[in-house]
């Protein structure tokens, strides 16, 4: 059964970066029919996309997200990777990281990790 | 970018009733429509994938319908364990998005 596990501090200065790591387990990060992406969802509110990256190593992420945003992968340690830079209070949220099938749905998620952002 | 637009944001249901969420998107999507339940404090998990095909272990009760523009996920006979935010999803084109929710309570 595949697992993921989000793994990062809780708590972020306003200005700095955001670091979250994923590890996954009882499966391999490098399946070529897969992405793996982080997904955030403030306190209250609905869900939202922030990026992918794909066994290739090609990225994307979300434009609203994207000057800012950067996805890595490490395949030695099967985990991959979060930066978020200059963050703000908007930035606060739970971050989950997940795979999806390619140009399908998302079929495991971590259990999320609650990030607030605060001096 | 896809918008995708649920109704409604919330719904009190009485059990066994009928619960019709619907999940409209701002261009054709074809079926690239997937639906998700998330709990209270939890992940969110997934419940129907291309707007229509079953996932092995989601009770029955779940289904989906719809292509294009327009997807309804139907709960029949509701349980009190439905108690949740369902969530609509597009993997049809990037930037990948989620509808806005529909919070279901029990009566």
């Known amino acids: 059964q595949l697992q993921l596990q989000e793994s990062g501090p809780g708590l972020v200065k306003p200005s700095e970066t955001l670091s979250l790591t994923c590890t996954v387990s009882g499966g391999s990060i490098s399946s070529s029919s897969y992405y793996w992406g982080w997904i955030r969802q403030p306190p209250g509110k609905g869900l939202e996309w922030i990026g992918s990256?794909?066994?290739?190593?090609?990225?994307y992420y979300n434009p609203s997200l994207k000057s800012r945003v950067t996805i890595s992968v490490d395949t030695s340690k099967n985990q991959f990777s979060l930066k978020l830079s200059s963050v703000t209070a908007a930035d606060t949220a739970v971050y989950y990281c997940a795979r999806g099938a390619v140009a399908a749905h998302i079929d495991y998620w971590g259990q999320g990790t609650l990030v607030t952002v605060s001096s | 970018e896809i918008v995708l637009t649920q109704s409604p944001d919330f719904q009190s249901v009485t059990p066994k009733e009928k619960v019709t969420i619907t999940c409209r998107a701002s261009q054709s999507i074809g079926s690239s429509l997937h639906w998700y339940q998330q709990k209270p404090d939890q992940s969110p998990k997934l419940l129907i994938k291309?707007?229509?095909q079953s996932i092995s272990g989601v009770p029955s009760r779940f289904s989906g319908s719809g292509s294009g523009t327009d997807f309804t996920l139907t709960i029949n006979s509701l349980e009190a364990e439905d108690a949740a935010a369902y969530y609509c999803?597009?993997?049809?084109?990037?930037?990948?998005?989620f509808g806005g929710g529909t919070k279901v309570e029990i009566k």
């Open positions: 999803h597009q993997s049809s084109s990037l930037p990948l998005t």
């Open positions: 990256i794909y066994y290739s190593g090609s990225t």
């Open positions: 291309y707007a229509s």
